[in-house]
C-alpha cells in the first residue's frame, strides 16, 4: 500500500510561483509514473501532467504547458510541481497520483490534495 501526502499549496499573487511536493510511504515509488492532478470549485477533476518512472519524459495539460514542470527524487521518494507564472485560473486542490510502471496506465494510488489559490 501506497500514501500519497501533498504538500506546498497556498495563496499567491497573479504571476508568482510555488512548488508543490508529493511525498510516497508504505513502499518506494521508483516503479511508478507519477500524475498530477487538479480539481477547480464546481469543475471535474482535470490532468495536469504526468512524469515517467526514471524522470526522463514528461507530458503536460496545454493550460500549464510551459509554466509547470513536474521533478522527482527516488531517493526522496517525492514528487514536485514547480508551478511559474501562475493565473487565478489554476486555483484548484492538486492532488498527485501514483499509476502502473508505464504513462497511461491506470492510477492506483492518490492523495488528499493540497489547495492552491491564486489570487488576481
Known amino acids: 500500500q501506497v500514501q500519497l501526502v501533498e504538500s506546498g499549496g497556498g495563496l499567491v499573487q497573479s504571476g508568482g510561483s510555488l512548488r508543490l511536493s508529493c511525498t510516497a510511504s508504505?513502499?518506494?515509488?521508483?516503479?511508478?509514473?507519477m500524475g498530477w492532478f487538479r480539481q477547480a470549485p464546481g469543475k471535474e477533476r482535470e490532468f495536469v501532467g504526468v512524469i515517467s518512472r526514471n524522470g526522463g519524459s514528461t507530458y503536460y495539460a496545454d493550460s500549464v504547458k510551459g509554466r509547470f514542470t513536474i521533478s522527482r527524487d527516488n531517493a526522496k521518494n517525492t514528487v514536485y510541481l514547480q508551478m511559474n507564472s501562475l493565473k487565478p485560473e489554476d486555483t484548484a486542490v492538486y492532488y498527485c497520483?501514483?499509476?502502473?510502471?508505464?504513462?497511461?496506465?491506470?492510477?492506483?494510488?492518490w492523495g488528499q490534495g493540497t489547495q492552491v489559490t491564486v489570487s488576481s
Open positions: 497520483a501514483a499509476s502502473g510502471p508505464i504513462i497511461g496506465t491506470k492510477y492506483e494510488y
Open positions: 508504505g513502499r518506494t515509488v521508483s516503479n511508478n509514473a
